[in-house]
């Protein structure tokens, strides 16, 4: 198939179901219709919602879903044409535990009701080395504060990146709770966790492929809200 433009991608969500893209006013304080209504309306179960934060083409998104099929998920990112790819390929593959959401994080409260959330992924965010006010990296705590107030007791928050400046801030932020820390995660991580996590570990989204070939350490941390 012929490589598609932005506009033609955009065009595309239009027509899939399971692509959200809310007209929320950066001024405004409403909410999103769906907020405290994505197990009954959108997913028609009550299982828990994993959210990926950032996901680009939302191709480890997919990977999630299909093996956890007990599970729901939900990929975010700002731009819709890079997540064109992977809700396409979910509504093609039938995958029914499968959303995206076009949505600045910023506003994930309205979006989200308290409690809604259960896990966050966040991979390979853009570090952001100027936002030194930590308003703009999407691992900082100003945000983590915000998936708090979306999450059930104890959501646990998965970070996977090759940026020592996101792992650093985190790890210095969360190092009292911290339930895993790798500074390798394919040198030494995949060595010493279980088969399904290793295996899930070793899936590899375009960016990370980049970063590999490139030799950089990817970094993991997983703690609770
Ligand atoms: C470096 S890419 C990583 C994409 C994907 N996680 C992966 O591993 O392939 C970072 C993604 O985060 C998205 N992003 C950055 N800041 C965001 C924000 N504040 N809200 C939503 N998405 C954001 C970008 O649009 C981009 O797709």
Redesign the pocket.
Known sequence: MARLGKRRKWELNGDLPRVFEPTLKVEGQENYDLRGHWHGRVFENNQPITIE?????GL?LLELARRYSKRNFIG????GH?FWTGAQQAHDEGLANVAFLR????MIERVFAPGELSEFWL????PQPKDFRDTKR?TSPIFMARYLRTSREGGLVHIKTDSALIYRRAKQAWQDKLLEDSTDVHGELVNRVDENFRTLLEFQ????KRWVREGRKIYYLRFPL
Do not use: W
């Open positions: 934060l950032g996901c680009g083409k480890f975010v990112d700002l731009k890079r949505l600045p994080v910023e991979t390979f965010s853009d999407i989204s375009p960016y990370e």
